[in-house]
């Protein structure tokens, strides 16, 4: 275990046992490719043939492949032999921190790590994270600290307060502002986007509902974008058979995955993110960077954000009638709601500020690694974050 005295490079082996490409191996990537290369040194353990090996390697960190894919789906036998491969790997390179991106694996990690005395960072990217970390209270003792990214996240992690942090994640700019949006014209329909996999955590499904009301009501001044792929067939003949009972398939377009998602958010007048759980809301960031008024749930990581930088406009969560309704107030109303959304957008952006995010990683990462339990808070910049939050109007956390 390193000590405070310490001045050598800090060697973190970072467990990721999804190797896919979404938002929780991105969040990890923007902290490994700005960790101070003179102070940290890096490796990452993942899947064999793991998509996110390719980002890993351009950013030179190593990798290495010694979990199976889709580990929850493989034989007591399979797991057993790669968890002896991440044993005799660590005795034999000795971290001094194990970072755990995605708390599902726990136990077996904080086994291992208990066995060769390593202190534990765990992420904690999703609800799933939440209640199942909460569920093995057994190795919370392993762990110095817990990182939830919101307010959210962090209410539904059971473990010791003295173990347990919030960090927002900092916010890294794509470049999204770079394809100029048509202006709204009211003798057009509204184009409305929904961006990300197609599941029905995501929302879908309300946007549908919402879809049928507005015809009823407002024929032909909604068009609705769906940006994104299901993984599966059933996800995706799900949503489509709705649509067909509703009769809306001539107000939605399927645009199915997109790279160049700037030149998708230039072609819409506003993003609507219908998903009541998200557990921080980072598509909320992208539209504030590519100045596209937004329309969320004010429930969950997502609402949290609105409500406390003020940006975008909120629909009850759940509710498919009020994010009709709001879709209206937005089309009657387009440029007021356009121009108060813009200045709100860049002090979201400006609060999650990326190089601050990363001295808070930093600074949590050399106290764990000495073996202290530790608590961070950081809900963005001080001076440029606020909170409009109040008892009357606080999102449900629940």
């Known amino acids: 275990m390193r000590t405070d005295a310490d001045n050598c490079l800090l060697r973190i082996s970072v467990v990721e046992p999804s190797g896919q490409l979404y938002g929780s191996e991105l969040a990890l990537l923007d902290i490994v490719e700005r960790l101070n290369p003179s102070r940290f040194q890096i490796e990452v353990v993942l899947p064999n043939n793991a998509p996110f090996a390719a980002p890993l390697h351009k950013a030179q960190i190593p990798t290495i492949p010694i979990l199976p894919i889709k580990l929850q789906q493989c ?30 694996i726990l136990r077996p990690v904080a086994a291992l790590a208990r066995k060769l005395q390593l202190p534990i960072v765990c992420q904690i990217q999703t ?36 173990r347990l942090s919030t960090i927002y994640y900092g916010y890294k700019h794509k ?20 961006l990300g996999r197609i599941c029905p955590s995501k929302g879908h499904h309300l946007l549908v509902e919402a879809a049928n009301k507005l015809k009823k009501q407002a024929l032909g001044q ?16 799900s949503i489509k058979g709705l649509i067909a009972r509703l009769d ?6 399927f645009r199915g995955y997109r790279s160049d998602i700037a030149a998708e958010l230039a072609n819409l007048d506003v993003l609507a993110v219908p998903s009541i759980a998200e557990p921080f809301g980072r598509i909320l960031c992208e539209a504030a960077e590519a100045s596209l008024p937004v329309l969320v749930s004010d429930s969950g990581g997502l609402g949290e954000l609105s409500w406390r930088f003020d940006v975008g406009l909120r629909f009850r969560g759940g509710d498919s009638e009020d994010l009709a309704r709001q879709l ?9 709601i356009e121009s108060r959304f813009k200045p709100a957008a860049q002090r979201l952006l400006s609060a999650l500020n990326l190089s601050d995010y990363i001295a808070r990683i930093e600074e949590l990462l050399n106290t764990a690694a000495a073996g202290k339990s530790t608590s961070i808070e950081w809900l963005g910049s001080a001076e440029e974050g606020f909170s409009n939050m109040s008892p009357a109007i606080q999102p449900s956390l629940s």
């Open 127 to 162: 609800v799933e994270d939440a209640r199942w970390v909460s569920s093995i209270p057994q190795c919370h003792v392993d762990v110095m600290t817990f990182v939830c990214n919101s307010q959210f996240v962090t209410s539904m992690t059971q473990v010791p307060s003295n």
């Open 75 to 104: 034989s007591h036998w399979r797991k057993t032999w790669s968890y002896l491969q991440l044993l005799w790997h660590w005795k034999n390179q000795r971290p001094d921190l194990i970072y755990v991106n995605q708390g599902g």
């Open 248 to 253: 809306v398939e001539d107000a939605i377009e």
């Open 175 to 194: 470049r999204l502002a770079r394809s100029v949006r048509q202006p709204f014209d009211s003798s057009r329909p509204l184009r409305v986007g929904l």
């Open 222 to 237: 909604f068009q609705f974008r769906f940006i994104g792929d299901a993984l599966n067939l059933d996800e995706l003949s």
């Open 328 to 336: 209206q107030s937005i089309r009657s109303d387009y440029s007021e």
